[in-house]
């Protein structure tokens, strides 16, 4: 890992700032929004496109390694964009069945 | 420019224990059980994005697979509590 190429370093580090500063903002958009209505959609920046690029990135770094492409890191993003959608419905639900208020308020 | 990508991935690392602490935080206040849910889903994808992270940092394959199997279990977790949260019950007769 000593030698690596410039076109797979500036890429790879480029998408690695950007999927971190994505991802702590959907945490602290967890972390200060008012209600659970609001909180639902924060987290779901770092599902995607932090997981995203993150996986561009090491599909980057693994692929100027081997000198071959490996693009066996895409199945995480796929995996999660399959699951993630069924989790955010069911806590959905859940949270409206617990909560009988009117989700829509002045906040 | 190997130091470029060390640097970044420390940056990224650094973010993604920040935005973990952010979710441990709303973990242990939120005042609903589906908020307590949302940042347990929140905490395992910010784990999984550690991990990612570090496989990077040290050029190992290993952590790729422990994301997966992180990734998998943590749909289940979520889901089941979810569907506890909605129904009383996770599995119904």
């Given at each position: 890992m000593n030698t690596?190429?410039?076109?797979?370093v500036i890429p790879a580090s480029i998408l690695l700032i950007l999927s971190g500063l994505l991802?702590?903002?959907?945490s602290i958009g967890?972390?200060?929004f008012k209600r659970f209505y609001s909180r639902m959609h924060a987290p779901t920046l770092g599902n995607t496109l932090g997981v995203a690029f993150i996986l561009l990135a090491?599909?980057?770094?693994?692929s100027a390694i081997e000198g071959r492409l490996v693009i066996h890191q895409l199945l995480i993003t796929f995996?999660?964009?399959v699951v993630s959608p069924v989790t955010a419905i069911l806590l959905m639900q859940a949270g409206l069945r617990r909560d009988p208020r009117r989700p829509v308020s002045d906040d | 420019m190997n130091a470029l990508l060390y640097w970044s991935a420390i940056f990224a690392l650094c973010c993604f224990a920040l935005a973990f602490l952010c979710a441990t935080v709303r973990l242990l206040r939120g005042p609903t059980p589906q908020d307590r849910v949302?940042?347990?889903d929140t905490m395992y994808i910010n784990g999984l994005l550690i991990?990612?992270?570090?496989?990077?940092?040290?050029?190992?394959?290993?952590?790729?697979?422990?994301?997966l199997i992180?990734?998998?279990f943590g749909f289940v977790g979520s889901a089941a509590l979810a569907k506890f949260l909605l129904r009383g019950e996770v599995i119904e007769p």
């Open positions: 690596l190429p410039l076109w797979a991802t702590l903002t959907g967890l972390l200060r090491s599909v980057l770094v693994s995996l999660l964009v | 949302l940042a347990l991990l990612l992270g570090l496989g990077i940092q040290f050029g190992s394959s290993a952590y790729f697979d422990i994301a992180i990734g998998l």
